[in-house]
């Protein structure tokens, strides 16, 4: 017996419909297998820069930029022979032959992706060990391998870890996972909402929507994680996974269109408060003396959702037509500012975004200038503050930037955006979420 009485239309990130009348539970990640796989490979899926040892070595800058041992170099041909340490570090990683271990090479053996067994992670309480087990096995493969001396095997292990254990994380090492070292996180269950959104829309390739639902998912699963989605809440967060991040009834997809050739982000907000009209989610109260009509909701959990989901359509709009990412912080404010002035009712998160929106605009923009959106997670100490409906927009804005910054989303992630990319499940969550819940929704 479902929980909710929301039943939801599936749509793809093209606006097709996908399935109708989905419980909303079908969507949770406590009963969605493809979120649960999705949280399941951030924790599993490792990337192996091959080519930055390779280069680590022969040139012993070693533990990042310019930290350069003087005389000492190994020069491995580890690209070449990819094939054959992918092999023996599938050998190492495995803990029986039929388990989920994979190593794959990519880009003609300059980067291995990693996927640990899950084995591996269920026997300890860190999800670290995806990073920890392929650093060491790495090692070993390429000692092993190549038959390095033990007085060169510190190289290696120099090459792989990077300067850790003298740095907190592996500063200038080559085997990176999605998500930070625990040390990095703001307290607790914070884990998944500590991946940057450059990040996010290298692994999508930069669909917006894709982007989008990937952002959310990670987001809304940490609350769970964290304990904000419990009880009363529970329902709040749901809402805002479906309409905001899984395209939930085609609102999102719908209001874009209404608004792609000439809208401008009041027009975004106008379609919002008729669509919520039309839903009946909200309702006129009586006439005030000044003409000014307040309006009312029996259901302020799906008021917040329907909000959230016009913000991301002008997020897309307003970031959209200009091919720059940088609008977000102002689409926080004005979008809330406009949406509370036209209605009466509370902003998306009930006032959180509209105050992360001014924060980030002064981080971002002002006198500070500390980075644009692309460097931006729900970790920052910027963006932490609206519990899973910010990043989602801002992933969405990076993935339709033109190149409009000096800090590319290509430049801050790097390898790790590119390489998880080769995971079907990451690149595009919208199809395998919706899959997912439609084989569950009888048993929901």
């Known amino acids: 017996m479902a929980k909710y009485t929301d039943k939801i239309e599936l749509y793809d990130d093209r606006g097709r419909l996908f399935a109708s009348k989905v419980p909303l539970e079908a969507l949770s990640p406590l009963q969605n297998p493809a979120i649960q796989k999705i949280v399941s490979f951030v924790k599993q899926c490792v990337t192996v820069n091959l080519e930055g040892i390779e ?70 309480v860190e ?12 090692c070993c493969s390429i000692v092993e391998n190549f038959k390095v001396s033990i007085w060169n095997a510190d190289l290696i292990h120099s090459a792989v870890w990077g300067r850790y254990p003298q740095t907190m994380e592996m500063l200038g090492g080559n085997v990176s996972s999605l998500l930070s070292v625990p040390q990095q996180n703001e307290g607790m269950g914070y884990a998944l909402r500590n991946v940057p959104c450059a990040h996010i829309a290298l692994i999508t390739k930069k669909n917006a929507m894709n982007a989008a639902a990937l952002s959310s998912i990670l987001e809304q699963a940490a609350m769970f994680e964290m304990g904000d989605a419990i009880g009363n809440f529970e329902r709040l967060h749901l809402l805002g996974l479906a309409f905001q991040g899984l395209n939930g009834n085609n609102m999102v997809y719908d209001i874009v269109k209404e608004n792609a050739k000439s809208g401008t982000l009041g027009d975004v907000v106008v379609s919002t408060v008729k669509r919520a009209i039309a839903d009946k989610v909200i309702k006129p109260m009586d006439k005030l003396s000044s003409g000014y009509v307040p309006y009312t909701t029996d259901d302020l959990n799906l008021w917040n959702a329907y909000a959230a989901a016009g913000m991301l359509a002008g997020t897309m709009v307003t970031c959209g037509s200009a091919r720059a990412m940088q609008h977000t912080p102002s689409v926080f404010i004005y979008f809330n500012d406009l949406i509370e002035r036209e209605t009466g009712l509370p902003g998306v998160d009930f006032g959180r975004v509209a105050g992360t929106g001014v924060e980030m605009a002064f981080f971002s923009h002002s006198i500070y200038g500390g980075g644009n959106p692309a460097v931006f997670h729900g970790n920052h100490i910027v ?50 979420v919706n899959e997912a819940a439609v084989s569950i929704k009888g048993g929901v």
């Open 127 to 138: 999800y670290t060990t995806g990073v920890t087990s392929t650093a060491a096995a790495l």
């Open 55 to 124: 280069k680590a070595l022969a040139t012993g800058e070693l533990g990042g930029k310019w930290c350069i041992i003087q005389g000492r170099s190994l020069k491995l041909d580890l690209v070449k022979n990819a094939d054959s340490i992918a092999d023996s570090l599938k050998k190492t990683l495995q803990v029986s032959k039929d388990d989920d271990t994979d190593v794959k090479v990519l880009k003609g053996g300059k980067h291995l992706l990693v996927k640990v067994p899950a084995k591996r992670l269920n026997a300890g």
């Open 383 to 432: 963006t932490r503050h609206s519990k899973g409906f910010t990043i989602p927009c801002v992933s969405a804005a990076v993935a339709l930037d033109a190149g409009t910054v000096i800090y590319t989303p290509e430049k801050i992630s790097g390898v790790v955006g590119e390489v998880l990319s080769e995971v079907p499940e990451l690149r595009e969550p919208l199809k395998y």
